[in-house]
């Protein structure tokens, strides 16, 4: 059963506008960490942000921030006033067991956004 | 900012040949981990490795196998390469608990 689902394979959104990439995640393990990645066309992957299944707020990173619904167990990404820079592909991962050495880490198939000037 | 090198951003080799991915990460980190991307697919783990010559299985490790002969370096081996490789690899590396995932560029392989 697929583990990370991210629903959009591509997106548009227009320059300035906010849009949101959906994540629903599935694991029965209390401890895990969300995380989503960004990466351009040159295939370098970036780091954008984090949440942890513990954490109380959602996480904010600049113009990122992450949608977090435990009870849903979704996990979507935010990206508030979108720049041309913002088109790639991103990935929703999770860390199950985050005590554990990294097994488990499993990333989505990705969505690609394309911003439109 | 930790720094995780693949030895080669494109490589092309032959069917039957024995392949090797390098990657090296400068920050000490005791988690190394090689993905493979395919499209619609994201990435998938092929071995993962949490100390010196420990490794373990990912979700395809079938057609591969991996060294871990130092704490910095984690090295990749198509025993014999075949067209259903043919794809781009990531190395990564990580410190253990809740922290994220450190990439390298990445490697065309293609294998013809």
């Known amino acids: 059963a697929q583990k990370i689902t991210q629903t959009q394979p591509g997106m548009f959104v227009q320059e300035k506008e906010a849009v949101t990439l959906d994540c629903t995640y599935d694991?029965?393990?209390?401890?895990?960490?969300l995380f989503w990645y960004k990466q351009p066309s040159s295939g370098e992957m970036i780091f954008l942000i984090y949440?942890?299944?513990?954490?109380?707020q959602n996480a904010t990173e600049g113009r990122y921030s992450l949608n977090f619904q435990k009870a849903r167990k979704s996990a979507n990404l935010v990206i508030s006033a979108s720049q041309l820079g913002d088109s790639a592909m991103y990935f929703c991962?999770?860390?199950?067991?985050?005590?554990?050495?990294?097994?488990?880490?499993?990333f989505g198939p990705g969505t690609r956004l394309s911003v439109l000037p | 900012d930790v720094k995780v090198t693949q030895s080669s951003r494109y490589l092309v080799k032959r069917t039957g040949e024995k392949v090797f991915l390098e990657c090296v990460q400068d920050?000490?980190?005791?988690?190394m981990f090689w993905y493979r991307q395919d499209p619609g697919l994201g990435l998938r783990l092929i071995y993962f490795?949490?100390?010196?010559?420990?490794?373990e299985k990912g979700d395809i490790p079938e057609g591969y196998s991996v060294s871990r002969e130092k704490k910095e370096r984690f090295s990749l081996i198509l025993e014999s390469a075949s067209t259903n490789q043919t794809s781009m690899y990531l190395c990564?590396?990580?410190?253990?608990?809740?922290?994220?995932?450190?990439f390298g560029n990445g490697t065309r392989l293609t294998v013809t």
């Open positions: 490795s949490y100390d010196v010559k420990m490794k």
């Open positions: 991962a999770m860390r199950e067991g985050l005590a554990n050495y990294g097994q488990n880490f499993v």
């Open positions: 949440q942890g299944s513990y954490d109380q």
């Open positions: 920050m000490d980190h005791e988690n």
């Open positions: 990564a590396s990580s410190v253990t608990g809740s922290w994220p995932l450190h």
């Open positions: 694991t029965s393990d209390p401890s895990y960490g």
